[in-house]
């Protein structure tokens, strides 16, 4: 706890992926012996960097720039990068850490990282933002590689960042590497179906839950929080399975709309005008409402997907949900619910997916990014998304299974847990002390 001072994320991610594994390292002593866990604590490389930059009124501004690499054991480090005002080198581990068994999960040859910076891109011009962009890989670009560390996108980096970034690694490398970063356009080595991954994933991941209980998403009233780049493709493949989302929401509120989320507005208002939820609610006249104080848990729903950022869904939101009926919860976003939200939901029955599970979707198609450009080829977006959709149901019966082997049936956390770490410690031991 020392070592890892003030770093409250971090604590709260190992704690919970920890609390998970007695029953695999009592089958399995030698992981203790062998100290795989303590190692696991940290990571292989920590990078903090000064990101001095001008804004458009010719002010200095400095902001921090981070990547851990966390661990190489699998392929290169993949992980998002994160603009946020919040990030502190604890989010970016915590962030880091869930990375490597999520990464596992898919099957894919990828290790965990993450990255990201305390600079906000929200109010900035697109020049500002570029400029931002140009000075953080001008020290990152050393540092990365398609065979040695592999930033996407997260929370506030999306298109236009990654392009501005891509660009300036292009420029100072003098190395047209399209397998350097994921979440590229696609005229310049992207992948189809990329943008929407993660919240289809989520999606097909919430879709295979229910099949297994014997349900279905078809005609539920679902709830998802957020309104970026995980939570629009939520909205758009829960209405594509007949499902309707009446709220959405972001850090300036929510809005609830009965007639089911206007996904083309949402679109519009949140990709291309980068406005607030409150203009989704204007637009729409007297068809949806703000509500500017409150939680967006306590519109009644009976799936909810939590697709905005950590620990928005507290265990008194998690008792507004069972209450009001949820029979389903699945992560589009990075431990959103509190570790007390957890047992809540687990305790009353509540089917949950955790987010290294059920999230997995947009890295799984990052590594398929990355395999599109190492053979320097790009697939249809039916073949992309038909990938997807079959790593989604691969990591659904892995996690399945897993649990079933432990005698811990239906317990996605544990199942979630137990199937990554295994994979992520076997690779550790094969390759010696390291
Ligand atoms: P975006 O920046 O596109 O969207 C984030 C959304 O969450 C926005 O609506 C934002 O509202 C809201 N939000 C962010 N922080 C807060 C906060 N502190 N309080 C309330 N609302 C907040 O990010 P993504 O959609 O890419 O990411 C969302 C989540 O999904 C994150 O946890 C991310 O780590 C996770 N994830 C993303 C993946 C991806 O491929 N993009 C892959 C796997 C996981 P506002 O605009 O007002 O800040």
Same mark, same amino acid.
């Given at each position: 706890?020392?070592?890892?001072?003030?770093?409250?994320?971090?604590?709260?991610?190992?704690?919970?992926?920890?609390?998970?594994?007695?029953?695999?390292?009592?089958?399995?002593?030698?992981?203790?012996?062998?100290?795989?866990?303590?190692?696991?604590?940290?990571?292989?490389?920590?990078?903090?960097?000064?990101?001095?930059?001008?804004?458009?009124?010719?002010?200095?501004?400095?902001?921090?720039?981070?990547? $851990?690499?966390?661990?190489?054991?699998?392929?290169?480090?993949?992980?998002?990068?994160?603009?946020?005002?919040?990030?502190?080198?604890?989010? $970016?581990?915590?962030?880091?850490?869930?990375?490597?068994?999520?990464?596992?999960?898919?099957?894919?040859?990828?290790?965990?990282?993450?990255?990201?910076?305390?600079?906000?891109?929200?109010?900035?011009?697109?020049?500002?933002?570029?400029?931002?962009?140009?000075?953080?890989?001008?020290?990152?670009?050393?540092?990365?590689?398609?065979?040695?560390?592999?930033?996407?996108?997260?929370?506030?980096?999306?298109?236009?960042?990654?392009?501005?970034?891509?660009?300036?690694?292009?420029?100072?490398?003098?190395?047209?590497?399209?397998?350097?970063?994921?979440?590229?356009?696609?005229?310049?080595?992207?992948?189809?179906?990329?943008?929407?991954?993660?919240?289809?994933?989520?999606?097909?991941?919430?879709?295979?839950?229910?099949?297994?209980?014997?349900?279905?998403?078809?005609?539920?009233?679902?709830?998802?929080?957020?309104?970026?780049?995980?939570?629009?493709?939520?909205?758009?493949? $829960?209405?594509?399975?007949?499902?309707?989302?009446?709220?959405?929401?972001?850090?300036?509120?929510?809005?609830?709309?009965?007639?089911?989320?206007?996904?083309?507005?949402?679109?519009?208002?949140?990709?291309?005008?980068?406005?607030?939820?409150?203009?989704?609610?204007?637009?729409?006249?007297?068809?949806?409402?703000?509500?500017?104080?409150?939680?967006?848990?306590?519109?009644?729903?009976?799936?909810?997907?939590?697709?905005?950022?950590?620990?928005?869904?507290?265990?008194?939101?998690?008792?507004?949900?069972?209450?009001?009926?949820?029979?389903?919860?699945?992560?589009?976003?990075?431990?959103?619910?509190?570790?007390?939200?957890?047992? $809540?939901?687990?305790?009353?029955?509540?089917?949950?997916?955790?987010?290294?599970?059920?999230?997995?979707?947009?890295?799984?198609?990052?590594?398929?990014?990355?395999?599109?450009?190492?053979?320097?080829?790009?697939?249809?977006?039916?073949?992309?998304?038909?990938?997807?959709?079959?790593?989604?149901?691969?990591?659904?019966?892995?996690?399945?299974?897993?649990?079933?082997?432990?005698?811990?049936?239906?317990?996605?956390?544990?199942?979630?847990?137990?199937?990554?770490?295994?994979?992520?410690?076997?690779?550790?031991?094969?390759?010696?002390?390291?």
């Amino acid at each position: 706890l020392r070592r890892n001072a003030g770093e409250h994320e971090f604590h709260q991610a190992v704690e919970e992926v920890l609390g998970s594994l007695g029953p695999v390292v009592k089958r399995h002593p030698h992981y203790l012996d062998e100290r795989v866990i303590e190692r696991l604590c940290e990571p292989e490389r920590q990078i903090i960097f000064r990101v001095p930059w001008t804004d458009d009124a010719g002010q200095v501004q400095i902001n921090r720039g981070f990547r $851990v690499e966390y661990s190489s054991v699998l392929g290169p480090y993949k992980g998002g990068l994160r603009f946020h005002p919040s990030v502190l080198l604890g989010t $970016v581990k915590f962030l880091g850490f869930e990375q490597i068994f999520k990464n596992a999960l898919t099957g894919m040859p990828i290790g965990g990282g993450k990255g990201g910076s305390d600079f906000d891109p929200k109010g900035r011009s697109d020049t500002e933002v570029m400029r931002f962009c140009q000075s953080f890989m001008t020290e990152l670009y050393r540092h990365l590689g398609e065979y040695t560390d592999v930033p996407a996108g997260d929370i506030g980096v999306g298109g236009r960042e990654i392009g501005y970034l891509f660009g300036q690694y292009k420029r100072i490398t003098n190395r047209y590497e399209a397998g350097v970063l994921t979440g590229k356009g696609l005229a310049w080595g992207g992948s189809r179906a990329r943008t929407e991954a993660t919240g289809y994933g989520t999606v097909y991941f919430a879709d295979e839950m229910a099949r297994h209980a014997g349900r279905s998403l078809e005609g539920k009233r679902v709830v998802v929080s957020g309104s970026g780049n995980v939570a629009i493709y939520a909205v758009e493949k $829960v209405t594509e399975l007949g499902g309707t989302v009446v709220a959405c929401s972001d850090s300036s509120g929510y809005v609830v709309d009965e007639d089911g989320i206007d996904l083309d507005l949402l679109k519009d208002l949140k990709e291309v005008r980068r406005e607030r939820v409150g203009a989704y609610a204007e637009e729409r006249g007297g068809r949806a409402r703000l509500v500017q104080d409150g939680s967006v848990w306590d519109v009644p729903c009976e799936v909810a997907l939590p697709c905005a950022t950590q620990n928005e869904l507290d265990d008194e939101a998690a008792r507004t949900l069972v209450r009001n009926g949820t029979w389903l919860v699945a992560e589009g976003a990075n431990m959103p619910s509190t570790p007390a939200a957890v047992r $809540v939901f687990q305790e009353a029955g509540v089917l949950f997916g955790p987010g290294k599970a059920a999230n997995a979707g947009g890295v799984a198609t990052s590594a398929l990014e990355m395999q599109q450009n190492a053979s320097r080829d790009s697939w249809t977006f039916e073949h992309t998304d038909a990938r997807l959709g079959e790593i989604m149901r691969n990591i659904h019966q892995r996690v399945v299974t897993t649990a079933e082997d432990y005698d811990r049936p239906g317990d996605y956390v544990f199942g979630a847990n137990a199937a990554g770490f295994t994979s992520v410690a076997d690779a550790m031991l094969a390759m010696g002390v390291i």
